[in-house]
């Protein structure tokens, strides 16, 4: 059987709960044992698709095609765990469930409550049996929050069904530092412990996000009034990367507190992966600049995994990489002087598309390296058709109904799922030999994530051979062209998927890598 970690937190909100969680999980890592990860969001949406990116931020897909916020990201990246639908549920999730269920008859007419009915549900997702040594699970808000509560008192039963020792409850806090007396005040923290308490949970640990070490006289404190040892009082530093945090976590011995709990031994962990990246981030490496040619770039966090798959591939490649943002509506050649690659990441609607059309074609003429993905794919193959094939009128439907339909949508993409007639999660894709999708992958077939409604039409394949761009990437059943590229220039590849969702820090992914280095290069 898994043991637990619940990690709440409390005080404000967007205190890295994830992020935390995450490091927990990588210094049981460390130390040799397998971790799984959950997070329960209280909110009332059903699933996170239908959430405006423009409050959420990127929407992160699973390999099942799940479409989650990006905080399953940050789980995939750090400790390289596979998560499906049923590693990301809401509130909204665990009603619609409870309320089917009781209009199909199946509680037999009983009272449908809070406590079993929706405790029982919550215990289930959170119970689902896996493989590993350790099941984290996030619980999402912030205590106190009215929603919040079924799920802590699920946690709370969940803990007594398992036994108290197979389970540990990790709470993040925050002390707020006050400039004009000098002191980081405790209270915030006694009283989100206490509010705890009020739902039968004692926490275990204490995560206390703090702009400054905390001392042991604070810590002291903290524990005095939190039913903890000073040394279950862990400081959660501001760090300039998220990569650090585990780090600043096993200084503050954590690792020997969760061991301690479960009765484990305290061994050493072998940290050298992540302080690997904790010295590219001092090092003083040369520089390259991708220009990022979007139109998201005034919503936070809209290109999240992207910009970490570059910054992976930064790692890989000892060098760091600079995103230079580029406004698609706006975009003029002069944005690209400067710029060692293009790139240009996915996007929906017209707005824009003439812009990422042209930078496509600067990228080629001039020789640029270039990097397209999903709508970067598309407008590549636009620009290539209309450009050197010599079709004018080359386009997507998705932006015209009067063109000649190089990229439209074809038959059976529907997955049945909210977003539609999405393609969406994992699929298979053949390489072509002797092409850089195979240098690069090094593989015959790969797997890699869709989010999208339009594709190639293959029907265009000839003529865009015959005149330099191939199709080195193919569906099985050799209708949707997945990549493209120009074997004659320096090094131009896109793919009409997402392979920034399956990068993580310590290897990179092998086409940012291959982007990288070509970058670095010229
Ligand atoms: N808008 C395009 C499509 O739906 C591209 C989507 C994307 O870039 N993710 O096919």
């Given amino acids: 059987m898994s043991r637990y970690i619940f990690v709440t937190g409390g005080v404000v909100s967007s205190l890295g709960k994830g992020v935390s969680a995450a490091s927990l999980g990588a210094l049981l890592q460390s130390r040799g044992y397998t971790v799984h990860v959950r997070k329960f969001d209280p909110y009332l949406n059903v699933d996170p698709g239908t959430m405006s990116p423009l409050q959420h931020g990127e929407v992160y897909v699973t390999n099942d095609g799940f479409e989650t916020d990006l905080d399953l990201g940050y789980y995939e990246r750090f400790l390289g765990v596979k998560l499906s639908r049923n590693d990301s549920v809401s509130g909204g999730r665990i009603y619609w469930d409870v309320l089917n269920a009781e209009r199909r008859g199946d509680y037999l007419g009983a009272t449908v409550q809070m406590i079993p009915h929706v405790t029982n549900k919550i215990k289930e997702y959170i119970g689902r049996p896996t493989d590993t040594d350790f099941v984290i699970c996030e619980i999402g808000g912030t205590v106190g929050d009215i929603e919040g509560t079924v799920f802590l008192e699920s946690i709370r039963q969940f803990a007594n ?18 400039a ?3 002191e980081l005040k405790t209270k915030p923290t006694q009283m989100s412990v206490r509010r705890l308490l009020e739902s039968g949970i004692q926490a275990d640990m204490l995560f206390v996000r703090s702009p400054r070490m905390l001392t042991d006289d604070e810590r002291a404190k903290i524990g005095m009034f939190c039913n903890l040892p000073a040394n279950n009082i862990i400081t ?39 302080q690997r990246i904790e010295k590219y981030l001092s090092d003083d490496l040369p520089t390259c600049t991708i220009g990022m040619v979007g139109k998201y770039f005034d919503v936070p966090d809209a290109y999240k ?53 042209a930078a496509a074609g600067y990228a080629r003429e001039h020789n640029i390296p270039f990097m397209g993905i999903c709508l970067g794919m598309q407008v590549a193959v636009i620009d290539f058709m ?49 092409t850089l999708a195979e240098k690069i992958y090094g593989a015959g077939q790969i797997s890699e994530r869709h ?5 190639v039409d293959i029907k265009y394949k000839d003529a865009l ?34 392979p920034e969702f399956q990068s993580n820090p310590f290897t990179g992914h092998p086409m940012f890598n291959a982007f990288i280095a070509a970058a670095k290069d010229k």
């Fill in 305 to 357: 995994s992207l910009n970490e798959a570059l910054f992976h591939a930064g790692i890989q490649n000892n060098v760091h990489v600079k995103i230079k943002k580029i406004n698609a509506e706006h975009f003029s050649p002069d944005d690209c002087k400067d710029v060692d690659g293009i790139l240009i990441p996915s996007g929906f609607g017209t707005r824009g598309v003439d812009g990422k059309i």
């Fill in 180 to 182: 004009q007396s000098g």
């Fill in 465 to 498: 051979e015959k005149n330099g761009m191939i199709i080195s990437g193919i569906s099985p059943d050799g209708k949707l062209p997945e990549m493209v590229e120009i074997p004659s220039h320096k090094f131009f590849i896109a793919g009409q998927f997402h």
């Fill in 386 to 434: 209309r450009n050197v094939v010599g079709v004018a009128d080359a386009d997507s439907t998705e932006f015209s109904k009067t063109c000649t339909p190089v990229v439209g949508i074809m038959s059976d993409c529907d997955t049945g799922e909210m977003g539609g007639t999405l393609r969406l999660g994992a699929y298979p894709c053949n390489i072509v030999p002797n």
């Fill in 451 to 455: 989010r999208h409604r339009y594709e």
């Fill in 236 to 274: 959660s530093m501001d760090v300039d990367n998220i990569y650090k945090i585990p780090l600043v976590y096993e200084s503050q011995k954590v690792f020997d507190i969760m061991a301690a709990h479960f009765g484990l031994p305290a061994i050493a962990g072998d940290m050298t992966k992540l």
């Fill in 161 to 178: 069904d398992i036994g108290r020792r197979n389970v540990m409850f990790a709470h993040l806090t925050l002390a707020p530092f006050l």
